[in-house]
């Protein structure tokens, strides 16, 4: 079993930015790929950002240029560097790891941008 805790979250003004981090604790030798995804009011749940144990990175096209995934694999710890923030990022943000052919999720964190 692999445990993700989220933090980082909040309310900001569009153009700010955010820091969301993700750890990972419990199986975290079994840990491949970790990401973030985001599901915003009446939206299905979007991929946002991944990042593999070697540091190979892939984004949505809606954040690319604004966001930074990041990994810590000594920490465990994977972190979403959000800037230019738009009203449209509002979601709940969730950390997903991969661990073998399990996949794992946190509990999530909101992330509201007003305008």
């Known amino acids: 079993q692999v445990q993700l805790v989220e933090s980082g979250g909040g309310l900001v003004q569009a153009g700010e930015s955010l820091r969301l981090s993700c750890a990972a604790s419990g199986s975290i030798f079994r840990l491949n790929a970790m990401g973030w995804y985001r599901q915003g009011p009446g939206k299905q749940r979007e991929l946002v950002a991944r990042i593999t144990t070697g540091g190979d990175t892939n984004y949505a096209d809606s954040v690319k240029d604004r966001f930074t995934i990041s990994r810590d694999n000594a920490q465990n710890t994977v972190y979403l560097q959000m800037n230019s923030l738009k009203p449209d990022d509002t979601a709940v943000y969730y950390c997903?790891?991969?661990?073998?052919?399990?996949?794992?999720w946190g509990q999530g964190t909101q992330v509201t941008v007003s305008s």
């Open positions: 997903h790891a991969e661990a073998g052919f399990l996949a794992y």
